[in-house]
């Protein structure tokens, strides 16, 4: 039997409104008695502040890299926007966006099908994860290369939630989930939980091992990256909220604002960097410049994919989805099939991506580095970007 613990530590301090989020026994998220002061009224623009949540609990990692670098170049075009962390619960990110607690979520496609299988009417937007960017990290010396030897194992995750994550990516390399443990060992600590002896292996992804590196966690990894076809992470809105013109409209600004983010970094990642430092500088100091790149580099080929093949940045791969949603409608992970094309869309890329490239290309290369950032020798962290891999 698979097993999951699912403890959680209850939400405490000030009355705010994600306590009023609750979960019925489906699955799906409703209001509380006490309600929002707000909800439902008219506003004087399509959204008033649009707010974007994390999956993750945190905002001051270097993933969300393109909107910081896009705020500070003017990317957004005066926009009304913000970021918010989110609980750590991992299926935050699309409850919220499901009752209008926030207007744009970013998911795993494990975690949006949840959304889907619980009748959460949320459509996505933009493909950011290209790549599978997820990996399982083991203690060094402890890596496997044929994940069929994770059987009888136990996999250490943040949330509970995250096995939606690690099951289709071990179904697809032909393992047989139910011969797997998982224990939900906490955000943050389920890498350091992983180091102290506990567990197998550890849920990862593409940048947190560069971050985890800087923490004093160094793996190895079997890297999604280089041995998966599956997708990653995505933007999901309501589906909704596509019928409104005028949210269309906004929402086409918006996701241009993320895509030049996506080009600049591209064309100078130094800076990129620097954009999320000065954000939040504790982060910076405990990270440094180098890892700081390295983890900027790692989930910039993720974000970037096979450019060549993809219609610009955010394009859904319809295959790949399908793919992905056969593999867990065969695992019974959802209950009915999935068609792609009815909860994924391509109609806002062309807009997202229609912004002059050269222009960016200019500014990222005018971009004033720091001393510390311009010692780095991008290329040669390059090189050692997949050196954790298991041999």
């Known amino acids: 039997m698979t097993k999951t613990t699912i403890s959680k530590t209850p939400l405490t301090g000030a009355v705010n409104r994600r306590r009023f989020l609750q979960v019925s026994g489906t699955g799906l998220v409703t209001m509380g008695a006490m309600g929002l002061p707000g909800m439902g009224s008219a506003q004087a623009d399509p959204y008033g502040t649009f707010t974007w949540i994390s999956p993750r609990g945190t905002l001051e990692v270097l993933d969300d890299y393109p909107y910081w670098i896009g705020k500070k170049m003017g990317y957004f075009d005066g926009l009304d926007t913000k970021m918010e962390p989110g609980p750590s619960d991992g299926t935050a990110t699309v409850k919220f966006v499901a009752v209008g607690q926030a ?11 949840f959304a889907i299988e619980n009748g959460m009417n949320l459509k996505s937007v933009f493909h950011m994860g ?27 995750l943040g ?6 994550i690690v099951d289709p990516m071990l179904a697809a390399q032909g393992v047989d989930v139910s011969k797997v443990n998982y224990v939900e060992a906490g955000w943050p600590t389920w ?7 506990q567990g197998d292996a550890a849920l990862g992804w593409e940048g947190l091992r560069a971050e985890w ?59 990129a960097v620097e954009a999320v430092f000065e954000e939040f500088p504790t982060f910076a100091k405990n990270t440094g410049a180098e890892l700081g790149v390295a983890s900027i580099l790692q989930q910039g080929n993720v974000f970037r994919g096979n450019m060549e093949a993809r219609e610009g940045w955010g394009w859904h791969d319809m295959e790949s989805w399908q793919t992905f949603f056969d593999l867990i409608a065969e695992m019974g992970q959802i209950s009915k099939p999935v068609d792609a094309e009815a909860v994924l869309t391509n109609e806002l890329i062309g807009p997202a991506n229609d912004f002059d490239h050269a222009k960016v290309k200019a ?29």
């Open 363 to 391: 500014d990222a290369d005018a971009y004033e580095l720091s001393e510390e950032m311009k010692a780095i020798d991008i290329e040669s962290v390059r090189a050692t970007m997949f050196d954790a891999a298991v041999k």
């Open 103 to 113: 207007d744009m979520g970013f998911p795993s496609p494990g975690v949006f099908s």
């Open 130 to 156: 290209a790549l599978d960017t997820f990996s399982l990290a083991f203690r060094k010396g402890e890596g496997l290369k044929d994940l069929k030897d994770i059987e009888g194992k136990t996999i250490l």
């Open 159 to 164: 949330s509970a939630a995250w096995q939606a």
């Open 191 to 197: 890498g350091t939980a992983l180091a102290s002896g």
């Open 213 to 271: 590196i800087a923490t004093g966690l160094d793996f190895e990894y079997w890297l999604g990256v280089q041995n998966s076809k599956l997708p990653a992470n995505t933007f999901v809105v309501r589906a909704s909220d596509l019928e409104d013109p005028d949210r269309v409209d906004f929402l086409k600004k918006y996701l241009r604002g993320w895509a030049m983010g996506l080009e600049f970094a591209y064309q100078n990642p130094r800076a």
